[in-house]
Structures are given as structure tokens and as C-alpha cells.
């Protein structure tokens, strides 16, 4: 039984930053590779960024530069911190175990003036 419990969207200006977090518990969190995804309005859900059990890190090109993934094991938690954001960042960002169908319930983040 798997649970993700997402923190940390909201409201945000353009060029501004958030930092989401996910916490996870009733599995072995450090040898699991872990995502974060995103989802518009009308758009199909895509990979943002990924993090493997070592620390190896992946990103979508249009995050490169902007977007941290980041995990501390021994507090269970997979981190995205987002930096410059933009309007067409915004969308549902949900936490995800790789190679599994185990996700967070999503949180919205919304760039907007």
C-alpha cells in the first residue's frame, strides 16, 4: 500500500520559483527511482523530471536549466524545485514510483500574473 503525499504548489508570478515536495512511505523508498509528471488542461500527462535510486537525474528538455529533482532517502522524500517558471509550466504535477503504477493525488501549480 503505497502512499505519495504531495506539498508546495500553488500560485506563482512568472519568473518565480516553487519547490514541490513528495513524501512517501509503506515501501522501500531508496531503491525505487522516482518522477514527477505534469498534466494541462486537454494535454496529455508528460514526464518532467526523473531521479533513479542512485541519484542519476533525467529532464524534459524544456525544463533543463529551470528544474531541480532531488531525494533525501533518509527523510523518504523526492523534491522538484522549479525555478523561471512560465505560463506554460502550469499544470497538475503529480509524484510517481518508476517502473510502477503508484502515484501522488497532484497538486496544482499555476504561473500567472
Known amino acids: 500500500q503505497v502512499q505519495l503525499v504531495e506539498s508546495g504548489g500553488g500560485l506563482v508570478q512568472p519568473g518565480g520559483s516553487l519547490r514541490l515536495s513528495c513524501a512517501a512511505s509503506?515501501?522501500?523508498?531508496?531503491?525505487?527511482?522516482m518522477g514527477w509528471y505534469r498534466q494541462a488542461p486537454g494535454k496529455q500527462r508528460e514526464l518532467v523530471a526523473t531521479?533513479?535510486?542512485?541519484?542519476?537525474?533525467n529532464y524534459r528538455t524544456s525544463v533543463k536549466g529551470r528544474f531541480i529533482i532531488s531525494r533525501d532517502n533518509a527523510k523518504n522524500t523526492v523534491y522538484l524545485q522549479m525555478n523561471s517558471l512560465k505560463p506554460e509550466d502550469t499544470a497538475v504535477y503529480y509524484c510517481?514510483?518508476?517502473?510502477?503504477?503508484?502515484w501522488g493525488q497532484g497538486t496544482q501549480v499555476t504561473v500567472s500574473s
Open positions: 510517481h514510483v518508476e517502473y510502477t503504477n503508484n
Open positions: 509503506r515501501f522501500t523508498f531508496s531503491i525505487v527511482a
Open positions: 531521479i533513479t535510486s542512485g541519484g542519476r537525474t
